[in-house]
């Protein structure tokens, strides 16, 4: 079937190299700075552990802005093989600024090439969470949709992508300004686990803080019970920075609990990964639409 639209994305999507090789979607690799030089994420899964490694031999990472000239220089060469319109499904603006240059950078080609049509979608998602909006977009673009059709079900479906996080290791949110040192103190002491997750707009907001990791993944399993909408029709993910076999444990609970389909399995990039550092595990999966709960404003 004839394709009527090209879909594209940004590495912190968190799909690895060979699923969004194999679903034909585009990924813009974003870079972070190490020892001051940047690096660009190469979507591989041991290279996400080699990142981790790092991090907790002492390296410090920092997230690295794209520019809108990364953007023209990634979306050319497509527009120019294919000559299709361009669903480009980005990192939540909540988050980073990525949306707000790719924008621009939107318009800036248009002057260079006139007939490109390219369309930014501010997913007011983090990792995987955005990347299952682009396995969406492929689905539907593969099924013969319009751009059109794509653009509005992303659009009025986007707040129905649920994610959940979690970590006992609080010294990394310290580190990138999550948390408080205080409360990284407190925090390790007593052994609280923030509850984390993405309201409607997609600003990342501490929900609950509980003693015990095991305390707060039984609490984890009871928002999912409230939220979550037909499990046994759908594939959720969980998403972890290089702890596997406790991210399998995790995910293969709420499965048996929620009868979801099936369960994927992902890394968290560098992109969150520099913020976040090891520990943290996510779970994401339709369900009814996240609210504004616990936003204080700028």
Known sequence: MEKNFIVCTDSGCDLSIEVLTEHEIYALPLQYELNGKLVSDTMKHEDCHMFYEGMR???????????????????????????????????????????????????????????AEIHMIDSTLCSVGYGMLALKAAEMRD???????????????????NTWYTTDELKYLYRSGRVSKL????????????????????????QEKVRGLKKTIRRIHEIIGGIVEDADQ?????????????????GEEIK????FKEMKYTYIGPTIGSNCGPGLMAVFFWGKKRTMDGYKGK
Not at 186 to 203: F, Q, R, S, V, Y
């Open 57 to 115: 031999a002492g390296d410090c990472p920092k997230t690295s802005q794209v520019n809108s000239v990364q953007f023209i220089d990634f979306w050319t060469p497509i527009i120019n093989e294919h000559h299709l319109p361009i669903i480009h499904i980005s990192l939540g603006s909540g988050v980073s600024g990525t949306y707000h240059n790719g924008c621009l950078a939107a318009e800036d080609i248009k002057e260079d090439l006139p007939d």
């Open 143 to 161: 099924n013969g949709a319009s751009v059109e059709e794509c653009i509005n079900w992303l659009e009025e479906h986007k707040g129905n992508m």
């Open 183 to 206: 409360g990284a103190i407190l925090g390790e002491a007593l052994n609280i686990c923030p509850i984390l997750n993405l309201d409607l707009e997609g600003h990342l907001i501490v």
């Open 234 to 250: 759908q594939t959720a993910y969980i998403c972890h920075s290089d702890i596997p076999e406790q991210a399998e444990k995790f």
């Open 256 to 259: 048996e609990k929620f009868g």
